[in-house]
């Protein structure tokens, strides 16, 4: 029984995106297979379709002929891949067809986002009724995605530990100053006992001071 070989490249390139999701500079995304249900162009012709992103060059998928066929490819064509990304930003993308008296004819534009690969195999389905459905491959944008996802949830955590500190130091603050209150009470009743004390040894001593006056004393 032969036991099938398997690369290491591919776990470790998993393993080393885990540890560091930051390090690689862009995300490839290919197209993993395409089926397309209709065409646009009035003229029995074979049509143009191709991948767009704003502002990018457009990729010709030149197998992409008939409607109702499924298409699958290897993500190594010459028009690979189609994008990519290089942090968790979106991008306006689309499936175009080409027209030879107007303007291009669109099977769909959309926010293409790296959050959209949530999948373990990193693959993002897109279906548009009665134009296509697309599978794109990204396993790059999957550590990318958990990154992100880490990044909202520690700044989550963050905000939350930043409230229960206040609310920490609102009550040793509240306690503080009960404890000095009480203190300052408990030392004012003490110097008010002590003045009553005195204004009472006082009294005594005046009474004293009256009697040696008047010669008052005890008489043997």
């Known amino acids: 029984m032969t036991i099938p070989r398997v690369s290491a490249a591919p776990l470790f390139c998993w393993v080393f995106l ?22 646009h162009e009035w003229f029995k012709t074979k049509p143009t379709v191709y ?20 298409y699958a490819f290897k993500g190594q064509e010459s028009w690979q891949p189609l994008t990519n990304f290089s942090n968790e930003k979106c991008k306006r993308c689309g499936f175009y067809e ?21 999948s373990s195999d ?3 389905t897109r279906i548009k009724d009665k134009e296509f459905t697309a599978t794109f491959l990204c396993p790059q944008c999957v550590p990318l995605t958990a990154d992100t996802n880490s990044a909202t949830a520690a700044h989550k955590k963050g905000k939350g530990m930043h409230v229960a500190l206040v609310i920490m130091i609102s009550i040793l603050v509240s306690t503080v100053l009960l404890i000095g209150s009480v203190a300052a009470y408990k030392y004012w009743q003490k110097k ?3 003045q009553e004390q005195a ?4 009294l005594f001593e005046d009474g004293d001071d009256i009697e040696d006056e ?3 004393g005890t008489v043997i």
């Open 192 to 194: 008010k006992r002590e």
């Open 199 to 202: 204004r009472f040894l006082k």
């Open 18 to 39: 885990g540890f560091f999701p930051g390090y690689l500079s862009a995300a490839v995304v290919s197209l993993d297979s395409i089926e397309i249900y209709r065409t």
């Open 98 to 118: 080409e027209d030879i008296l107007e303007s291009d004819d669109t099977f769909e534009e959309w926010e293409f986002c790296p959050s959209d690969f949530s």
């Open 122 to 124: 990193g693959r993002y």
């Open 214 to 216: 008047l010669g008052l």
């Open 51 to 70: 991948f767009r992103c704003k502002g990018e060059n457009k990729a010709v998928l030149p197998d992409v002929k008939e409607a109702n066929v499924s």
